[in-house]
C-alpha cells in the first residue's frame, strides 16, 4: 500500500539537509519511543520506517535519484491533479486510494485539484509504524480516516495476521485513532471550534469504551471534555433562536454544571477549572445569550437549592417577563422571592418597583423609605420636584431601570421599550391590580411618597370648576396630545390637580395608580406645567399633604369610587389615631434596615459585568500531557535520586540486587549486578549518603524519550569488610558525572553513566 508521506518527513528533516544532519535525525527519531501502551509491534513498525528513510537518503545515489523524483513532482504543473501523477509517486491516498482504503463510497464528481502530496510504498506489517508516525507529524484527521476502517470491516484483514498479531495490532490501531481524536480536539479547541473540539473527544472516548481498553487516555479525554463544557454552553446557546435542539444542548449543559458545582454558588466540583468568581463572571456572560423564559426556567429551579444569587436572578427574569408580557402575576412571584432576600440583603428598591407595578402605593412607600440606595433616591426625588409625590421620578426611574439594567441581560428583550402606560393600559392587566385591590384593604398613607406642601398645586389650567380627570390609562391617548419637547399635555380637562400617590387607590378623586401613569410625560413629569410647585419639605417637619378637592366638588361618576369616597371619611378618622403610632414604627423600622444593611454583604451590583462571547471569562487552556507538567530538570532529579537510592540498597548489608532492575537498563545494569553479586560474594558492603545537584539536560524537551544529564553529586560512603569498618575503602567525594538516561515503557532507566573532567 502507499501513504502520503516522504522519507524527509519521517526524518523531520528539510530536503536541503546535511549528511550529518540525517545521522544526528535519525539517531534522534530512534531514540524518542512513543507511549508507553504502544505494543513492540507498532514500535519495531515505526523504528522499519525511520531506519528505511535513513538508508534511503544516507545513500548518495539514491538521494539524488529520489531528489530529482521528488521535485520533479512538487513543481511540476502537471502534478496539481492527483490522477496526472504516475503510480509510484501519486499521492496514495489520493482521492480514490483513500475511499478505498476507508471504506468510504466513491463519488461521480471529478476529484479537486490539489498540490502534489508525495507518497512512499510500506508492507503490510508497516501500517501500524505509519499511523504512528503521521500522529507525530500531527496528520491527526489522515490517522482517522486510515485508521477507522479497520475498526468494523477491517477486521477481517487483520485476521489472517497479515500486518502482525492481529490482537495486538488492532489495539495499537485504537490506541493511535483515540490519541488522533485527543490531539485533534485540542487544536479545534484553541481555534474555538468549540462543538468541533467536543465532538473528536468524544470519538476517542467511544473508540476506547468499545475497546474497553487505556483507562488512562479516557481520563484524558473526559478531563478535557470538561474543561471543555464553559465554552460549548456558551457557544451553543449563542446560536440562533431558530436552532432550538443545539440551544437545548447547551442549556442541558450548563444545568449539568450547575448540578455538579451544587448550585451558581455552590461549593461542588464540576472539573471545568472555574473558581466560584470565575462561575459567578461566566454565568453573567451567558445571560445575554438567554431569553428571559429560559432564565427564569433556570434560576427558579436554582433558587430551592437555596442559592441568594439564583434569587436575585430569578427575580431579573420575573420582572422583565412580568412586565415587557403585561403578566402582573410573574411580578408578584418576583415580589415573593424579594422577601427571601431582604432580611440579608437591601433590595427595597426593587420590592417598591414590584409594589408600582402592582398598584399598591403604600407598600411601594415603604420599601422606599427602607432603602439606603442613596443615588437612586435622588434621582426619584430630582424627578419629582413639580409633584406634589414621588411617583413621576419612581416611574421614570423604573422605565429606566427596566430599560437599561434589566432588559439589556435578556435575548429577547435587549431592545425592548419599557413603558408603563402600555403596560397599564393592558386590561388584563387592570383586571389582575383590581381583583388585588378589592382582596386588600386601604392602608395608612405613606410618609416617603406623599409630599408635603401648604398651598395647592397653582397651574395655568387651574379653574374655579375643578373637572375630574378620571380618564383611565387606555383611555390616555385620546384625552392628551403629544407636544414634543415638552411632554404630553392634558387636551380636555384643564382644572386637573395632580393627588399624592398615597391617595391613588383610596384618594378622594379615585384615581388609580394606572391612571396617575396615564398622565405622566416620557420625561416623568405630571402633564400639567406648574407655575409654582413647592419643594419637599424637610423629613423632620413633614406637614399634611393639602386635600385635592373641595367639599364643593362634585362627586365621581362611578359607584364604586362613591363607596371608596365614603370609606375613605370613616377611615380617615382611624388613621389620625394610629399616625402617632405609625411615625415610631416607621423609625424603628427604618433604624433596623440601615443596621442590617450595615452588617449584610451587598447585593449584586448595578449595572451588571458585561462579558463578550469573543473574551472568556477566565482564559482556561487545554490541559498540557504529562510529560510537559514537569521539566527535564525534574526528571533528571528523580532518576538520578531513585539510581543512587537503589545503589544503596543494592551495596548495603542487605544486598538487594533486585532492585537494580528497577531503575536500570543495558549496558548499566549488566555492571552494576556484577559488582553487587561480587559484594555479596565476598562479604563486603557501603553505607552511602548523597546529595545531588542537577548542572545541564540536553535536549530540554520533556517529551523526548533519552536525555544527557551532568550532575554534581556528592558521595559520602563508609565501606565495611567482613563485618569492620574499612577507612582505607572510605571516602568523601564530590563528582561530575555524566547519566544518559532513557524512556521504556513510560518509565525512566539510566542507560549509562561516566566520570567527567569538571573543569
Given at each position: 500500500?502507499?501513504?502520503?508521506?516522504?522519507?524527509?518527513?519521517?526524518?523531520?528533516?528539510?530536503?536541503?539537509?546535511t549528511?550529518?544532519?540525517l545521522?544526528?535525525?535519525?539517531?534522534?527519531?530512534?531514540?524518542?519511543?512513543?507511549?508507553?501502551?504502544?505494543?513492540?509491534?507498532a514500535?519495531?513498525a515505526?523504528?522499519?520506517?525511520i531506519d528505511?528513510?535513513?538508508?534511503?537518503?544516507s545513500d548518495?545515489?539514491?538521494?539524488?535519484?529520489?531528489?530529482?523524483?521528488?521535485?520533479?513532482?512538487?513543481?511540476?504543473?502537471e502534478?496539481?491533479?492527483p490522477?496526472?501523477?504516475?503510480?509510484?509517486?501519486?499521492?496514495?491516498?489520493g482521492e480514490?486510494?483513500?475511499r478505498?482504503?476507508?471504506?468510504e463510497?466513491?463519488?461521480?464528481?471529478?476529484?479537486?485539484?490539489?498540490?502534489?502530496?508525495?507518497t512512499?510504498?510500506?508492507?503490510?506489517?508497516?501500517?501500524?509504524g505509519?499511523?504512528?508516525?503521521?500522529?507525530?507529524?500531527?496528520?491527526?484527521?489522515?490517522?482517522?480516516r486510515l485508521?477507522r476502517?479497520?475498526?468494523?470491516?477491517?477486521?477481517?484483514?487483520l485476521?489472517?495476521?497479515?500486518?502482525?498479531?492481529?490482537?495486538?495490532v488492532?489495539?495499537d490501531?485504537?490506541?493511535?485513532?483515540?490519541?488522533?481524536?485527543?490531539?485533534?480536539?485540542?487544536?479545534?479547541?484553541?481555534?474555538n471550534?468549540?462543538?468541533?473540539?467536543?465532538?473528536s473527544?468524544?470519538?476517542?472516548?467511544e473508540?476506547?469504551?468499545?475497546?474497553?481498553?487505556f483507562?488512562?487516555?479516557?481520563?484524558?479525554?473526559?478531563?478535557?471534555?470538561y474543561?471543555?463544557?464553559?465554552?460549548?454552553?456558551?457557544?451553543?446557546?449563542?446560536?440562533?433562536?431558530?436552532?432550538?435542539?443545539?440551544?437545548?444542548?447547551?442549556?442541558?449543559?450548563?444545568?449539568a454544571?450547575?448540578?455538579?458545582?451544587?448550585g451558581?454558588d455552590?461549593a461542588?466540583?464540576?472539573?471545568?477549572g472555574?473558581?466560584?468568581?470565575?462561575?459567578?463572571?461566566?454565568?453573567?456572560?451567558?445571560?445575554?445569550?438567554l431569553t428571559a423564559?429560559?432564565?427564569?426556567t433556570?434560576?427558579?429551579?436554582?433558587?430551592r437549592r437555596?442559592?441568594a444569587?439564583?434569587t436575585?436572578?430569578a427575580?431579573?427574569a420575573?420582572?422583565?417577563?412580568?412586565?415587557?408580557?403585561h403578566k402582573?402575576?410573574?411580578?408578584?412571584?418576583?415580589r415573593?422571592?424579594?422577601g427571601?432576600?431582604?432580611?440579608?440583603?437591601?433590595?427595597?428598591?426593587?420590592?417598591?418597583?414590584?409594589?408600582?407595578?402592582?398598584?399598591?402605593?403604600?407598600e411601594?412607600g415603604?420599601?422606599?423609605?427602607?432603602?439606603?440606595?442613596?443615588?437612586?433616591?435622588?434621582?426619584?426625588?430630582?424627578?419629582?420636584?413639580?409633584?406634589?409625590d414621588?411617583?413621576?421620578?419612581?416611574c421614570?426611574?423604573?422605565?429606566?431601570?427596566?430599560r437599561?439594567?434589566?432588559?439589556?441581560?435578556?435575548?429577547d428583550?435587549?431592545?425592548?421599550?419599557?413603558?408603563?402606560?402600555?403596560?397599564?393600559?393592558?386590561?388584563?392587566v387592570?383586571?389582575?391590580?383590581?381583583?388585588?385591590?378589592l382582596?386588600?384593604?386601604?392602608?395608612?398613607?405613606?410618609?416617603?411618597?406623599?409630599?408635603?406642601?401648604?398651598?395647592?398645586?397653582?397651574?395655568p389650567f387651574?379653574?374655579?370648576?375643578?373637572?375630574?380627570?378620571g380618564?383611565?390609562a387606555?383611555q390616555f391617548?385620546d384625552?392628551?396630545?403629544?407636544?414634543?419637547?415638552?411632554?404630553?399635555v392634558?387636551a380636555a380637562?384643564?382644572?386637573?390637580?395632580?393627588?399624592?400617590?398615597?391617595?391613588?387607590?383610596?384618594?378622594d378623586?379615585?384615581?388609580s395608580?394606572?391612571e396617575?401613569v396615564?398622565?405622566?410625560?416620557p420625561?416623568?413629569?405630571?402633564?400639567?406645567n406648574?407655575?409654582?410647585?413647592?419643594?419637599?419639605?424637610?423629613?423632620?417637619?413633614?406637614?399634611?399633604?393639602?386635600?385635592v378637592?373641595?367639599?364643593?366638588d362634585?362627586?365621581?361618576?362611578s359607584?364604586?369610587?362613591?363607596q371608596?369616597?365614603?370609606?375613605d371619611?370613616v377611615?380617615g378618622?382611624?388613621?389620625l389615631?394610629?399616625?402617632a403610632?405609625g411615625?415610631?414604627?416607621?423609625v424603628?423600622?427604618?433604624?433596623?434596615?440601615?443596621?442590617?444593611a450595615?452588617?449584610t454583604?451587598?447585593?449584586?451590583?448595578?449595572?451588571?459585568?458585561?462579558?463578550?462571547?469573543?473574551?472568556?471569562?477566565?482564559?482556561?487552556?487545554p490541559?498540557?500531557?504529562?510529560?510537559?507538567q514537569?521539566?527535564?530538570?525534574?526528571?533528571?532529579?528523580?532518576v538520578?535520586?531513585?539510581?543512587?537510592t537503589?545503589?544503596s540498597?543494592?551495596?548495603s548489608?542487605?544486598h538487594?540486587?533486585?532492585v537494580?532492575e528497577?531503575?536500570?537498563v543495558?549496558?548499566?545494569?549488566a555492571?552494576?549486578?556484577?559488582r553487587?553479586?561480587?559484594a555479596?560474594?565476598?562479604n563486603?558492603?557501603?553505607?552511602?549518603?548523597?546529595?545531588v545537584?542537577?548542572?545541564s539536560?540536553?535536549?530540554?524537551?520533556p517529551?523526548a524519550d533519552?536525555l544527557?544529564?551532568?550532575?554534581q553529586?556528592?558521595?559520602?560512603a563508609?565501606?565495611?569488610?567482613?563485618?569492620?569498618r574499612?577507612?582505607?575503602e572510605?571516602?568523601?567525594?564530590s563528582?561530575?558525572?555524566?547519566?544518559?538516561?532513557?524512556?521504556q515503557?513510560?518509565?525512566?532507566?539510566v542507560?549509562?553513566?561516566?566520570?567527567?573532567?569538571?573543569n
Amino acid at each position: 500500500m502507499r501513504i502520503p508521506l516522504d522519507y524527509y518527513r519521517i526524518l523531520g528533516l528539510p530536503i536541503q539537509a546535511t549528511a550529518e544532519q540525517l545521522k544526528q535525525a535519525h539517531r534522534d527519531r530512534t531514540l524518542q519511543l512513543p507511549r508507553r501502551e504502544y505494543s513492540e509491534i507498532a514500535i519495531e513498525a515505526r523504528k522499519s520506517l525511520i531506519d528505511e528513510a535513513y538508508e534511503l537518503l544516507s545513500d548518495a545515489e539514491q538521494r539524488q535519484t529520489y531528489d530529482a523524483q521528488f521535485l520533479s513532482r512538487s513543481y511540476s504543473p502537471e502534478a496539481v491533479s492527483p490522477t496526472s501523477v504516475p503510480a509510484e509517486v501519486s499521492t496514495a491516498i489520493g482521492e480514490e486510494a483513500l475511499r478505498s482504503l476507508a471504506s468510504e463510497p466513491t463519488t461521480t464528481a471529478p476529484p479537486p485539484v490539489e498540490p502534489y502530496t508525495p507518497t512512499i510504498a510500506i508492507g503490510e506489517p508497516q501500517f501500524v509504524g505509519a499511523l504512528l508516525i503521521l500522529l507525530e507529524l500531527g496528520e491527526y484527521e489522515l490517522v482517522i480516516r486510515l485508521g477507522r476502517p479497520f475498526l468494523t470491516s477491517g477486521q477481517a484483514s487483520l485476521a489472517n495476521g497479515r500486518y502482525g498479531d492481529p490482537k495486538r495490532v488492532l489495539e495499537d490501531i485504537v490506541l493511535t485513532l483515540a490519541l488522533a481524536c485527543l490531539e485533534l480536539g485540542r487544536e479545534q479547541w484553541q481555534q474555538n471550534q468549540y462543538e468541533n473540539a467536543a465532538e473528536s473527544l468524544e470519538t476517542g472516548q467511544e473508540l476506547l469504551l468499545g475497546e474497553s481498553a487505556f483507562p488512562a487516555i479516557r481520563a484524558e479525554l473526559q478531563s478535557d471534555l470538561y474543561k471543555l463544557r464553559p465554552y460549548r454552553v456558551l457557544e451553543l446557546v449563542a446560536r440562533p433562536l431558530e436552532q432550538a435542539k443545539d440551544r437545548l444542548q447547551g442549556i442541558a449543559l450548563l444545568k449539568a454544571m450547575l448540578r455538579d458545582r451544587g448550585g451558581i454558588d455552590g461549593a461542588g466540583e464540576d472539573l471545568s477549572g472555574l473558581s466560584t468568581d470565575d462561575f459567578l463572571r461566566f454565568i453573567q456572560q451567558l445571560r445575554g445569550y438567554l431569553t428571559a423564559e429560559e432564565q427564569q426556567t433556570i434560576f427558579e429551579a436554582e433558587v430551592r437549592r437555596p442559592s441568594a444569587v439564583a434569587t436575585y436572578l430569578a427575580v431579573y427574569a420575573l420582572l422583565a417577563r412580568g412586565f415587557a408580557g403585561h403578566k402582573p402575576n410573574l411580578v408578584q412571584r418576583a415580589r415573593q422571592l424579594l422577601g427571601q432576600l431582604s432580611t440579608r440583603q437591601d433590595v427595597h428598591l426593587e420590592q417598591a418597583v414590584c409594589a408600582l407595578l402592582l398598584g399598591q402605593a403604600e407598600e411601594a412607600g415603604q420599601a422606599l423609605e427602607l432603602s439606603q440606595e442613596y443615588e437612586p433616591l435622588a434621582f426619584i426625588r430630582e424627578h419629582s420636584q413639580d409633584s406634589p409625590d414621588l411617583l413621576p421620578g419612581l416611574c421614570l426611574y423604573t422605565e429606566r431601570w427596566l430599560r437599561e439594567e434589566v432588559f439589556t441581560h435578556f435575548r429577547d428583550l435587549a431592545n425592548q421599550e419599557a413603558a408603563l402606560k402600555d403596560y397599564f393600559a393592558d386590561r388584563q392587566v387592570q383586571a389582575y391590580l383590581e381583583e388585588m385591590t378589592l382582596a386588600t384593604p386601604a392602608q395608612p398613607t405613606s410618609p416617603i411618597l406623599a409630599r408635603d406642601t401648604q398651598a395647592p398645586l397653582q397651574t395655568p389650567f387651574h379653574s374655579t370648576s375643578q373637572e375630574s380627570y378620571g380618564a383611565s390609562a387606555f383611555q390616555f391617548a385620546d384625552a392628551a396630545t403629544t407636544v414634543p419637547p415638552m411632554g404630553r399635555v392634558p387636551a380636555a380637562h384643564d382644572g386637573y390637580m395632580p393627588p399624592n400617590l398615597d391617595e391613588t387607590v383610596n384618594s378622594d378623586n379615585g384615581l388609580s395608580i394606572a391612571e396617575r401613569v396615564s398622565q405622566l410625560s416620557p420625561e416623568g413629569q405630571l402633564e400639567v406645567n406648574g407655575a409654582s410647585s413647592p419643594r419637599r419639605a424637610s423629613r423632620n417637619g413633614r406637614r399634611p399633604s393639602p386635600q385635592v378637592m373641595s367639599p364643593t366638588d362634585p362627586p365621581t361618576d362611578s359607584p364604586r369610587q362613591s363607596q371608596r369616597l365614603r370609606w375613605d371619611r370613616v377611615a380617615g378618622i382611624l388613621i389620625l389615631g394610629i399616625l402617632a403610632m405609625g411615625t415610631l414604627g416607621f423609625v424603628t423600622v427604618r433604624t433596623l434596615s440601615w443596621v442590617s444593611a450595615a452588617l449584610t454583604k451587598p447585593r449584586l451590583q448595578r449595572p451588571a459585568l458585561e462579558i463578550g462571547l469573543a473574551a472568556p471569562p477566565v482564559a482556561i487552556l487545554p490541559p498540557p500531557s504529562p510529560e510537559e507538567q514537569i521539566s527535564v530538570s525534574d526528571i533528571a532529579t528523580t532518576v538520578v535520586e531513585n539510581w543512587l537510592t537503589a545503589k544503596s540498597r543494592a551495596l548495603s548489608e542487605n544486598h538487594e540486587i533486585d532492585v537494580l532492575e528497577t531503575i536500570l537498563v543495558e549496558p548499566a545494569l549488566a555492571k552494576w549486578r556484577n559488582r553487587a553479586n561480587g559484594a555479596q560474594r565476598e562479604n563486603w558492603h557501603f553505607n552511602y549518603e548523597h546529595t545531588v545537584e542537577i548542572l545541564s539536560v540536553e535536549p530540554n524537551d520533556p517529551g523526548a524519550d533519552a536525555l544527557t544529564a551532568r550532575v554534581q553529586v556528592r558521595e559520602v560512603a563508609e565501606h565495611y569488610e567482613l563485618g569492620a569498618r574499612n577507612l582505607d575503602e572510605s571516602y568523601d567525594e564530590s563528582l561530575m558525572m555524566e547519566y544518559s538516561l532513557v524512556r521504556q515503557d513510560g518509565e525512566w532507566f539510566v542507560k549509562d553513566m561516566a566520570t567527567i573532567d569538571g573543569n
